[in-house]
Structures are given as C-alpha cells and as structure tokens.
C-alpha cells in the first residue's frame, strides 16, 4: 500500500496537539487504601525504574495506605502480547488502577505503515476494551521518545546495533501513536500522560548546552534520567499536590506562633522571640528521594521543589547568621534575611525525613531487584514458550514450575512491601534554630 508523505503526518500530528482536549480529570489520583496499581507496558516498563519511582513517591507520600502495585511489562511486547497474558498477569492482579504503555515496538521501528498502524489500533482498542470489563480506572500514556540522534551514533560505532531497523522518521511515528491515544483516552474518559513531549523537550534543551545529550543512549530505553522525567510527568498528570511541609514561625510577646500546613503537627515549641527556636514537627509523609541513578532527571524537572518540598519560614529574627538542626544534627547555616524568606531542606544530605525516605527507596530497589524483576523475566520467558511450544507443552510448564517460580516472586515481593509499609512511617523530627558560631561564609554559598 502507499506511503503516506511526513509532512501532512506530522500536520496531523500539530493539529490534534492543539485541538485535542484532556480527559476531565479529578483533582489528584484519589488513591485510597487497598487500591491496586498495574503498570502494562513492554521492555522501558520491564526496565522497572520509572515504575519504581512512581511508587516511591506513592510509599512516601502516603505512608498509611496500603497501596499495592504490580509491574505488567515485558520486553519486545506489543498491545497484542499483553492480550496474550490478560489473565495470568493483569486480570488476576484485580487492579484497581491501570497505565498503559505501549507502542514503541508496535511500530516496528519503520517510516509509518497504514497496515502496521491498523493493527496496533486495534490491538490496543481490543486491550482497553479488556480493560474496561474490569472497571479499572485507566490512565493511557504515549509512547516515549525515538532518539535518532543517538541511535545515529550507536550504529556508526555499532552497525550491528542497527540490524532489522530503519527507523526513518520514526520519533514522528510515535508521536503520530500518542496523539491517537490521546484521541482514545479523551473518547473513552481515561486520564492521558504525556512521556513524548517532555523527553523531547529536555532532549533538544540539553544539545544546547551538549550536542551529544541525550536521556535515551539506545535511542529506545531512557535510562534513570529519562526513566524519572517519565515518573514525573506521571505524578504530574496524577495532579499530586506539592509541599510536603511548610513550616512558618512569627513571633509574638509571648513567644513563637507556628503553623505547619495541612496533615503536619508541631509541639514542644519554646525559644525565646528573635533569636532562638525549638519545636518538634510529626509530618504527616515523607520527601519523594532519589537514587543516584536519576538525580540529573530529578533535577531538570524541579522535582524536589515542586512535588516534594519542605520548607521553613522564621520570621522575626535579629540581624546574624543562624544554624537550623534537625534531631541534634546540623543541616545548615543561613542568615536572618533568607530564613525570613523560605529555606527548603528536602534534599538536605543531613535532613532527618530525607534519611528515612533514601532506607525506603532502597527498600523498594531490593524488592524490584529481587523480586519484581526476575518475575518479568518469567513472564518473559513465558511469552517465548508460548511461541515455540505446543499448546500441551506450555500448560504443562506453566501450571507446574512456571506457576511455581511466580508464587515464590509474589510472596518475596509481599514481604518486601510490609517492610517497606513500616519503613515509610514518618518520625517526629526534633527542629531548632540558634545563632551560629561559624564564621559568614561567602555570598554565593549561602542556601536559600
């Protein structure tokens, strides 16, 4: 069949961006206790990062919910191999929450094919359809970006890298993918996430600064950079509220007035008006950490200030410099002027509540490492034999070890999560303000 041209592709594609409307959305994700979160996808799910960063946030953020979630990607999947496991790996799950991210391979890694496009639209609709039998509630995302920059410079140092792909115009293809997703969350009242435009956006931001930048070294898999960029455009088409806390004192004759915003308690509160504080603050959650892996991606989305902030306010005090200590230890120094502005403390090294998320997180990456990511490698394992065996010969496999290996994976993963729901319970944090003895540090070293 004929090709269609690029240009009115990607007219099309300019058209729906500015026509399209987002599904109506409720103010956040209205996570409640027992909810159960399904992560469908192929091998950037499989990946487990941006899908462990997601629920870190959730860990942390909500620590009194028993939120569970439920990794469904596998690697070389298209809309129709996730049919192919409906239920053994997303139905039996009972989620209450599905994402859905697919299309990357569905493509096929070629300039656009009505044939090939025809056939992931109908996959996909047949897979929501599914979906919607369960009543879940669906947030379908776009696929991701196609670096061909860096897949360019893969291949000329690689060409093996390059076998079975010609992926002309192929980031426009997946745009062209997303814009129908789009279409079809708006149609069917489904939440819609973005990955493509941010990736991209950071991406020719990035070559400003770097010709060779890029989130996606592969060109198809971000890595713990790109992976994060994705978990925050998924928070923030969650509509996640920011602060954590927001600490303010003024003082009074008597002594200090604090409020610490909703869900967050202080007590023990004593100093003297202007020049010294102490108070002792119960948060209601704790900041969103991050592994080293995706700090860079923390970074250019602001993440720590937009989503997870903690913020302190003293106003009042006299001219001089001031050291802030959470539970006896120093986590920085600042004078009179910016304390009386705002300081934000969640990503202080030092920071109490940071400390505590950093042991969760870590919680969370054993229980991915461990348990999750051995049991897509089942499933993936599963697909093959499911394509190379008899239909007798696979029953018999899965019923038996395969069944077998995937009970032993889901009670390693149950287990890590009570863990990691009793290490994500937030501990009062002891805080005092008090002139410092330290010398003025230069200008440009003071934190605000």
């Given at each position: 069949m004929r090709q269609l041209p690029l240009l009115p592709l990607l007219s099309a594609c300019l058209t729906l961006t500015c026509l399209a409307q987002p599904a109506a959305r409720q103010a956040g994700l209205g996570l409640k206790d027992g909810d159960r979160v399904i992560f469908i996808g192929d091998s950037i799910t499989h990946q487990c990062q941006y899908t462990q960063y997601v629920e870190d946030f959730f860990y942390t953020r909500y620590p009194k919910l028993k939120i569970h979630f439920r990794n469904a990607g596998v690697s070389g999947d298209r809309a129709a191999d996730a049919l192919n496991r409906f239920d053994d790996d997303i139905a039996s799950f009972k989620p209450t929450v599905a994402t859905v991210l697919l299309g990357m391979n569905d493509g096929a890694y070629q300039d656009f094919s009505p044939e090939?496009?025809?056939?992931?639209?109908?996959?996909?609709?047949?897979?929501?359809?599914?979906?919607?039998?369960?009543?879940?509630?669906?947030?379908?995302?776009?696929?991701?970006?196609?670096?061909?920059?860096?897949?360019?410079?893969?291949?000329?140092?690689?060409?093996?890298?390059?076998?079975?792909?010609?992926?002309?115009?192929?980031n426009a293809v997946l745009a062209y993918f997303g814009k129908w997703g789009q279409e079809q969350a708006r149609k069917r009242g489904y939440g819609f996430i973005d990955l493509f435009g941010p990736l991209n956006k950071l991406t020719v931001e990035g070559r400003l600064k770097d010709p060779n930048f890029t989130l996606i070294a592969d060109a198809i898999h971000p890595a713990g950079d790109g992976q994060f960029v994705m978990a925050y455009s998924m928070i923030e088409a969650f509509q996640e509220p920011g602060p954590v806390w927001n600490v303010s004192a003024q003082p009074q004759k008597d002594g200090w007035r604090l409020n610490a915003g909703p869900g967050n308690t202080v007590g023990s509160i004593s100093g003297t008006p202007g020049q010294s504080l102490s108070f002792t603050l119960q948060p209601k959650c704790l900041p969103w950490a991050v592994l080293e892996e995706s700090r860079l991606g923390a970074t250019l989305t602001s993440a720590g200030h937009r989503k997870s902030g903690e913020v302190l306010t003293v106003s009042g005090l006299k001219p001089g410099r001031y050291d802030v200590l959470e539970n006896d230890q120093v986590v920085g120094t600042w004078d009179h002027v910016v304390l009386g502005r705002k300081i934000e403390l969640q990503a202080d090294p030092e920071s109490a509540t940071l400390r505590q998320a950093q042991k969760v997180i870590a919680l969370n990456k054993q229980r991915n490492d461990e348990a999750i990511r051995p049991l897509r490698n089942l499933y993936g394992q599963r697909k093959g034999k499911l394509r190379s065996l008899d239909k007798a010969a696979f029953e018999a496999w899965w019923n038996g070890e395969g069944r077998k290996q995937e009970a032993a994976l889901l009670e390693k993963a149950a287990s890590f999560e009570q863990q990691i729901h009793q290490a994500s319970q937030p501990e009062p944090v002891r805080f005092e303000v008090r002139p410092s003895s330290k010398s003025p540090a230069p200008a440009a070293k003071v934190k605000g």
């Open positions: 090939i496009f025809k056939t992931y639209a109908q996959d996909m609709t047949r897979l929501l359809d599914r979906l919607d039998a369960l009543k879940v509630r669906v947030f379908l995302m776009s696929p991701t970006m196609f670096d061909h920059q860096a897949f360019e410079q893969m291949v000329a140092k690689d060409p093996a890298r390059g076998k079975n792909k010609n992926p002309e115009n192929y």
